[in-house]
């Protein structure tokens, strides 16, 4: 199978097969080829050479969703396949089937919800359901747990488990190394469009396609400075509500020169947290910055000017416009700062840094892969030295040796004195960066944690609301 795009070379002579019952892992880097190839697979693109052979219908989960989010979960789930009652729609019937396949597969959504209105990860689940609802012999299935809570996908590899037992072919595209040793049978490895490594999984190590996946050693998270950190925000009794979660009554700080990472289930208070601090949700309580309110009625330029920096969740859309290119996308809200003639040499510093590929400022940021996309964003955030970064899942989505980097990223500029508060649903990347641990549930910190005393399965069932 070969597929190029411009000058790149997406896909380059790859073969792979699928077999009924077996859980396939496809890991690379991020650029490696791997949602090409499956998008090829499924038939959204048309490959340049090479055929594609399936026994049944074929079925793929987007990394970025395909959802109409102004419809409801049923109406995104039977998508023109709707029980219909004579001319019209019956919706009764259309709620009961999707409650009824949502059950079978542990995967709990409310039919009647918008779907503009969940987090992602809920959005994911509708994903999934939509395609489980065809029935599909081959699944395909493009960073599955990126959204997930850490509680949730044990569940979430249970329910794919049960359907490889009945027999569908499952392919699962992903960058965590932990799942494809725990959960797949086999694993390809791909890097720069080709494969450089095929394993039966019980033969093989996390270690051994890491190395695979990035061509040497993965880089290692930068080590942290010894400082004596200074209050920077100030958070008092903050509530807020988002388009998905609501916050009740916060109370921390972050310092100066250090990483607080915020721990929970996606949808407690998260994203509320994250907007009322960038300034694009209303709240009550106190924000103090550098010994300073923040008011609710700042505007995000204005949060900006003062150094600070969100990474929001969804990089697609809040964070990048898709069709301009990397360079303008590296200057995207420093044009008043950022002089014209500086543009190329801005983008040409986050490429070299975050090793953004391809390594083309003018290339178009819709073609590039999701992790790659990611890094311009943190790249542009990091860039002109913040006070302060409210990273919201900075890694989502993206392979390890990228994760390893961006995580670095975050250190080095703590160690520099920026104030970090990390907001992330995976354990792993809290555990590995943060100084400190706040635990949220149901809007409220309900924990909180120093590094030498952090405890994975305090954190766990606090997260799961289990005072």
Known sequence: MRRRFGAVQAVDGVDLELYPGEIHALVGENGAGKSTLAAIAYGAVRADEGTVAADGVVGLVHQHFKLIERLRVWENVLLNREPRRGWTVDVAAARGRVSELAASYGLAVDPDALVETLPVGIKQRVELLRELDREPAVLLLDEPTAALAPSEIASFFTTIAALAKRGTAILVVTHKLAEVIAYSQRVT???????????????????????????????????????????????????????????????????????????????????????????????????????????????????????????????????????????????????????????????????????????????????????????????????????????????????????????????????????????????????????????????????????????????????????
């Not at 100030?234 to 100066?256: I, P, Q, Y």
């Open 189 to 467: 490895v791909m890097r720069a469009g080709r494969v450089v490594g095929r394993h039966v999984t019980g033969e093989t190590s996390a270690d051994e396609i890491a190395r695979e996946m990035v061509g040497g050693e993965v880089p290692a998270v930068a080590a942290r400075a010894a400082t004596t950190p200074t209050p920077l925000l100030e958070v008092r009794d903050l509530s807020a509500r988002s388009a998905t979660s609501t916050l009740a009554g916060a109370t921390f700080e972050v310092r100066a020169g250090e990483i607080v990472g915020v721990a929970g289930i996606e949808g407690n208070g998260q994203s509320a947290l994250a907007d009322a601090i960038a300034g694009v949700v209303p709240f009550s309580g106190e924000l103090v910055f550098d010994g300073a309110p923040l008011s609710a009625g700042d505007t995000p330029a204005s949060r900006l000017r003062r150094g600070i920096r969100v990474i929001p969740q969804d990089r697609r859309h809040e964070a990048l416009v898709l069709d301009w290119n990397v360079r303008d996308n590296v200057a995207l809200g420093r044009q008043r700062t950022l002089a014209l003639a500086k543009f190329d040499a801005a983008a040409r510093e986050v490429i070299e840094r975050f090793d953004v590929r391809p390594p083309d400022p003018d290339a178009v940021v819709a073609q590039l892969s999701g992790g790659n996309q990611q890094k311009i964003v943190v790249g542009r955030m990091l860039a002109d030295t913040p006070r302060l970064v409210v990273a919201y899942q900075p890694t989502r989505g993206i392979d390890v040796g990228a994760a390893a980097l961006v995580q670095s990223r975050l250190i080095e500029a703590r160690n520099a004195g920026v104030g970090v508060l990390l907001i992330s649903f995976e354990l792993d990347e809290i555990f590995a960066c943060a100084d400190r641990v706040l635990v949220i549930a149901q809007g409220r910190f309900v924990g909180a944690f120093d590094r030498a005393d952090i405890d994975r399965g305090r954190i766990g069932s606090l997260m799961a609301g289990h005072a």
